[in-house]
Nanobody, 121 residues
Framework: QVRLVESGGGLVQAGGSLRLSCAAS????????MGWIRQAPGKEREFVAA????????YYADSMKGRGAISGDNAKFTVYLQMNRLKPEDTGIYYC??????????????WGQGTQVTVSS
């Protein structure tokens, strides 16, 4: 079982930055890839970024490449998502999730409660 708790969301103007955090607890955490998935109002959940605890490999959606950076603190089992040059279309609920296979959303077996990010124009 894995428990995930997100923090760091908020209201920011377009062009601003936010750093989201996800604190993980549970068993066999180092076997998971940790992802950030967001859901905008009226839209489906979409992948944002992910990082493998095992070897630190990172993955980004095209929409976040060059603007975001995902990192992990293995000692604290905490994952961070630094987002810069935020746009109104980045608005949504950001979920932290854990998966053994990130090829699809169904691979994420554990989810946090989400944190709201609102970017004003």
């Amino acid at each position: 079982q894995v428990r995930l708790v997100e923090s760091g969301g908020g209201l920011v103007q377009a062009g601003g930055s936010l750093r989201l955090s996800c604190a993980a607890s549970g068993s066999a955490l180092n076997t998971y890839t940790m992802g950030w998935i967001r859901q905008a109002p009226g839209k489906e959940r979409e992948f944002v970024a992910a990082i493998s605890w095992d070897d630190g490999t990172t993955y980004y959606a095209d929409s976040m490449k060059g603007r975001g950076a995902i990192s992990g603190d293995n000692a604290k089992f905490t994952v961070y998502l630094q987002m810069n040059r935020l746009k109104p279309e980045d608005t949504g609920i950001y979920y932290c999730a854990a998966a053994h296979n990130i090829a699809s959303m169904t691979g994420y077996g554990f989810w946090g409660q989400g944190t709201q990010v609102t970017v004003s124009s």
